[in-house]
Each structure stands twice: as structure tokens, then as C-alpha cells.
């Protein structure tokens, strides 16, 4: 199976910056597309950037001029870059494998898309 590790989060103040990185592992040809989305408490959970194969992005408008979404497709491993970080950042990001394939082993394996276990980032006013 395919497996989204996230690292990176923490806790900073506003107007800060972080990086989280997402590695990826297994069944990653399964997948096209990367993504972050978060969630806050109470909130539902919301796409912040995705990042096609070929290197196509798209943001969220609350987070566009502040975020970038990067990917090495040679080591598996997809970034998101934040800055000018604000308390409304604060939330839970998870890594999110998308654009499955249509071979039949990646349908037979994967019913969607595949997700991370998250990393909680505040952003402290």
C-alpha cells in the first residue's frame, strides 16, 4: 500500500514560516497528483494545494501568494512551503495522494485517494 509520512509542523508565531514535507513510499505509481489539505476543529477538512505529475498547482484564495506546493518525483517527496504564516493557518495538514490510476492493480488496491496521518501546525497571534 501506499504510505504519505508528514513532517514539518509545529508551533510558530504569526508572520512565521514553515516547511512540511510529505514522503511517500509503496504503491506511489498509483498516483498522480499530490496534495496538502487541513483541518481545523470544528471545520471541515479543506484543500490548501495540490500539485499535478506534470508540475500544474492550484491553491486555495486564502493561502495563494503565501504557500507553495513542490514536488521530487525522484524521492518521492512533496513540500509545502508557508509563509507570512497566520493564526487562521492553525490546523491539522494532511498529505493527500490523488489522480489514480485506472490499471487494475491500483484500482484493485485503491477505492480512492490515499491520505497521511497529519501534522498539526498553530500559529500563535
Known amino acids: 500500500h501506499v504510505q504519505l509520512a508528514e513532517s514539518g509542523g509545529g508551533l510558530v508565531q504569526a508572520g512565521g514560516s514553515l516547511r512540511l514535507s510529505c514522503a511517500a513510499s509503496?504503491?506511489?505509481?498509483?498516483?498522480?497528483?499530490m496534495g496538502w489539505y487541513r483541518q481545523a476543529p470544528g471545520k471541515e477538512r479543506e484543500l490548501v494545494a495540490r500539485?499535478?505529475?506534470?508540475?500544474?498547482?492550484n491553491y486555495a484564495d486564502s493561502v495563494k501568494g503565501r504557500f507553495t506546493i513542490s514536488r521530487d518525483n525522484a524521492k518521492n517527496m512533496v513540500y509545502l512551503q508557508m509563509n507570512t504564516l497566520k493564526p487562521e493557518d492553525t490546523a491539522v495538514y494532511y498529505c493527500?495522494?490523488?489522480?489514480?490510476?485506472?490499471?487494475?492493480?491500483?484500482?484493485?488496491?485503491?477505492?480512492?485517494?490515499?491520505w497521511g496521518q497529519g501534522t498539526q501546525v498553530t500559529v500563535s497571534s
Open positions: 493527500n495522494a490523488d489522480g489514480r490510476s485506472s490499471t487494475f492493480y491500483c484500482r484493485s488496491r485503491y477505492a480512492g485517494s490515499a
Open positions: 500539485i499535478a505529475s506534470g508540475g500544474g498547482t
Open positions: 509503496g504503491d506511489t505509481f498509483c498516483f498522480s497528483t
